[in-house]
């Protein structure tokens, strides 16, 4: 391959990265701007800034590629370059706290007031190296290799915080893109220790494009929650029960949901507490005879009959019916089970252990 190729290949990648993260950064900026900035969210914000320095490393490819062939423009080429991609990592990290689902087991380390101790340690180890040796025009084999190893710690928390966001949201598909994404910028990572110019460049191409793709449709699927949420009203719920699927059936605790935080209906399958539950708060809305009473907690009086025994009863109803929307610790409780429990049930005033259902009799049907 002659220099003149390599000249034409590397100012054409910097041309695309450069162009596209660009578009990409004022983009996720236009979102925060619109959106993030009204919920003071600023980690679309990180996210934005990260993509802005491969648009910076983009353009550090235009200016050098006619450069490289000599020694020292090489070594302040590959400098900047590894700034700029420990920059990127960084930013990515400090946008990691704002992210709405986090895996418990890294909730308390990712949201802890030391996370930019934690994350700013390893990039000044990484970066301090890299300025000596741009600074002494001398090449050190290990420093070459230090923003692999930040962008790797990077991918971990990124790749396993990712597959939550879309997860939690019920979009396992994206979950599923996001990991096999993770997975070609690993082994892009890798291959920055590699000599081959052309695959380094393509898989670079590659992965940062896929990346970029990835943290739209994060922005999306965020702004798709915050529609979510704001249609679930009680005046928006349908509750149907459904009759058995087999003719000789006996009984179905089957269910069919609308309105209830999802922009379709849902069927779902209830135990059977759990489905007689729903059927009684059901039954007293339509008979007019709404209010059901729960038992006290000290209440030892062998004659009292109580409507619900336990708050542990309901709680159980409303977790069932969350399961069977987001599937299975698929959701959280700040999230999902506040604010569904806030709409669909209605407490007395009086406070004396009486609870209803808040939605419109003329939202239940029986099939």
């Not at 798709?224 to 928006?236: G, P, T, V």
């Amino acid at each position: 391959m002659s220099e003149q190729y390599n000249v034409e290949l590397i100012s054409f990648y910097g041309w695309w990265i450069g162009s596209v993260s660009l578009f990409a950064f004022i983009s996720l900026l236009g979102i925060w701007y619109h959106i993030g900035r009204k919920q003071g969210d600023t980690g679309q914000v990180y996210l934005a800034f990260s993509i802005f320095f491969w648009f910076l490393s983009g353009m550090l490819n235009v200016v050098f590629a006619d450069r490289l062939d000599q020694s020292d423009w090489k070594l302040l080429h590959d400098g900047f370059t590894s700034i700029f991609s420990l920059l990127n990592s960084l930013f990515i990290l400090l946008a990691l706290p704002w992210f709405r689902y986090i895996p418990p087991f890294l909730e308390s380390i990712v949201k802890s007031k030391y996370w930019i101790v934690i994350v700013g340690l390893p990039f000044l180890f990484s970066v301090l190296p890299t300025i000596t040796k741009m600074y002494n025009l001398q090449e050190y084999g290990f420093i070459s290799e230090l923003d692999v190893y930040y962008s790797i710690l990077t991918l971990v928390f990124l790749g396993i915080i990712l597959w939550s966001s879309f997860a939690k949201r019920g979009l396992m598909f994206l979950a599923v893109l996001s990991a096999l994404c993770i997975l070609i910028t690993f082994f892009a990572q890798l291959f920055k220790m590699s000599e081959s110019q052309i695959s380094m460049l393509l898989l670079s191409a590659i992965f940062k494009s896929c990346l970029i793709m990835i943290f739209f449709a994060l922005a999306l699927s965020w702004v798709k929650e915050l529609s979510e949420r704001a249609l679930l009203s009680s005046q928006n719920m349908y509750v149907s029960f459904l009759q058995p699927s087999k003719p000789n059936a006996k009984h179905s605790t089957v269910v069919e949901l609308s309105g209830f935080g999802l922009d379709k209906s849902k069927t779902i399958l209830l135990t059977q507490n759990s489905f007689n539950l729903l059927k009684l708060f059901c039954d007293r809305l339509i008979s007019n005879n709404n209010w059901l009473e729960i038992k006290p907690k000290n209440d030892g009086r062998s004659n009292a009959v109580y409507d619900i025994k336990d708050h542990i009863e309901i709680r159980r109803l409303l977790h069932q019916i969350l399961d069977g929307l987001y599937g299975k610790n698929n959701w959280s409780k700040e999230k999902h089970e506040l604010p569904l429990r806030a709409q669909l049930f209605k407490m007395s005033d009086k406070r004396d252990r009486k609870i209803m259902l808040a939605i419109p009799a003329s939202n239940i049907s029986y099939e």
